[in-house]
């Protein structure tokens, strides 16, 4: 049984950074796309990022391009999404998510979900 594990959330001010770090048991890592998802309570579940460890590729929400970027350290089991230049607007529940393979549907159609970190930002 996959287990994802967020940690890294917390308060900061408008501009600026936190990391968030997403470990899994699931080996090997790079089987699986690892993306981050956003959804907080009463808000629209919203596709932040992804990797994937299967071909390699990034994707990323048009909102956090340029800002954001995904990362994974495929010995230490974790994936890590960097957050820079952050706005009020991103203040929400982050949740790392898996599916198979491929970042495809990863937003609707993961099939693990951790419990999710809470990032807020606010002066």
């Known amino acids: 049984q996959l287990k994802l594990v967020e940690s890294g959330g917390g308060l900061v001010q408008p501009g600026g950074s936190l990391r968030l770090s997403c470990n899994t048991t699931?080996?090997?890592?790079?089987?699986?796309?690892i993306g981050w998802v956003r959804q907080g309570p009463g808000k629209e579940r919203e596709g932040v990022a992804c990797?994937?460890?299967?071909?390699?590729?990034?994707h990323y929400a048009d909102s956090v391009k340029g800002r954001f970027t995904i990362s994974r350290d495929n010995a230490k089991n974790t994936v890590y999404l960097q957050m820079n230049n952050l706005k009020p607007e991103d203040t929400d529940i982050y949740h790392c998510?898996?599916?198979?393979?491929?970042?495809?549907?990863?937003?609707?159609?993961?099939?693990?979900w951790g419990q999710g970190t809470a990032v807020t930002v606010s002066s």
């Open positions: 998510v898996a599916r198979a393979h491929y970042c495809s549907g990863y937003v609707s159609q993961a099939e693990y």
């Open positions: 990797s994937s460890g299967y071909d390699g590729r990034a």
């Open positions: 699931v080996l090997p890592l790079d089987y699986y796309a």
